[in-house]
């Protein structure tokens, strides 16, 4: 592959550099002692359960990568895709780099056909539709609960954000559909114009639907149910609704594109969101750390895969 450009390398600098403040914030922050002591007391039969749970999460967003890519009419078959889904996994835990595992989806895919637009929109599509779903989920479960979570400024606060980032996002769908603004798109280069063009071909209604539905599940399956069993292992009972509506709002802070692999941001936002709603700061980190093992023991089924894939695609 292509030698990356400044662009990227600086952005990965400024990513790990990020990491490494957040981790150093709470090495120096917190009692390890606690937080090993949280560890150790850990029950394995409701640890097996959450594994039973992120296992069952992750085949949900493979059917979701895989039912989009099946509407591009890439011939990938199931199995593929949950070979390429976790060698994507162990690219993000074990070789952080400049190519992540949605890159590395989007460029096997693509490889396959010589199709990389319509390669980059399946991952582009699975994570926004991920993305409004949990939102969703954030909204409708912050309402519900409305004094225990949204009466809380910081919580208000992103809930507001949000409904702003929803109406923007079906702003620009809406112009997508308008003549003048299609007639901009024919402007731009070749490449950036049928890349916006595959996004935008996802229309069918009952396909965004059915992936719609398929997200939330995983949202409530493969982050609340799986975190709630991590909270359950160190023997945390917490109120459902304020623990659903943070653990989702955490899945959306730690998507943000500002550290490796969200490495730090996932763990500061456990520690920082959960004591809003009386969960031990010990206890949420210890939870944070633990899922991110499991996370990481998991995405190494799929080291066989990517370093096969990387020899047949020469992946640099």
């Known amino acids: 592959m292509e030698k990356k450009p400044l662009r990227k390398k600086i ?11 957040l981790v150093g914030l709470l090495v120096a922050k917190v009692d390890w002692q606690k937080i ?37 009419k890439f011939r990938m078959s199931f199995r593929s895709a949950t070979e390429f889904y976790f060698a994507g996994l162990f ?17 096997i895919l693509g490889k396959t056909e010589q199709r990389y637009a319509a390669a980059i ?11 409004w779903a949990t939102i969703a989920l954030y909204l409708v479960v912050g309402t519900l609960g409305f004094r225990q979570i949204f009466s809380q400024p910081l919580f ?18 809406s112009l997508y ?41 995983f949202a409530l399956v493969g982050v609340g149910f799986f975190n709630l069993m991590l909270f ?18 955490i899945s959306l802070v730690s998507s943000l594109p500002v550290s490796i692999n969200n490495i730090g941001l996932k763990e500061w936002a456990y520690y920082t969101f959960f004591p809003l709603i009386g969960v031990r700061p010990e206890a949420a980190l210890a ?29 640099g």
């Open 91 to 107: 690219l993000n835990n074990f070789l952080p780099s400049f190519f992540g595992g949605d890159a590395y989806q989007s460029y």
């Open 121 to 131: 929109s399946t991952v582009m599509f699975t994570r926004f539709i991920g993305l």
């Open 36 to 72: 090993w002591d949280e560890v150790r007391s850990a029950s394995l039969p409701f640890l097996a359960g959450a594994l039973v749970l992120y296992v069952a999460g992750l085949f949900m967003c493979i059917e979701r990568w895989w039912r989009a890519a099946q509407y591009k």
């Open 232 to 249: 359950y292992a160190l023997g945390v009972h917490v109120p459902v609704l304020p623990y659903l509506a943070v653990v989702f709002l």
């Open 177 to 217: 559909a308008h003549p003048r603004f299609r007639g901009l798109l024919e402007r731009i280069p070749g490449k950036l114009k049928r890349f916006f063009g595959e996004v935008g071909g996802y229309a069918k209604w009952s396909f965004l639907r059915e992936n719609f539905i398929l997200s939330v599940v």
């Open 287 to 315: 939870v944070a750390l633990l899922g991110r093992f499991l996370q990481v023991a998991v995405s190494l089924a799929g080291a066989p895969a990517f370093f096969r894939e990387k020899r047949e695609y020469d992946i």
């Open 156 to 173: 208000a606060g992103f809930a507001a954000a949000l409904v702003a980032f929803l109406v923007f996002d079906a702003a620009l769908i």
């Open 11 to 21: 952005l990965f600098v400024l990513k790990s550099t990020m990491a490494a403040v």
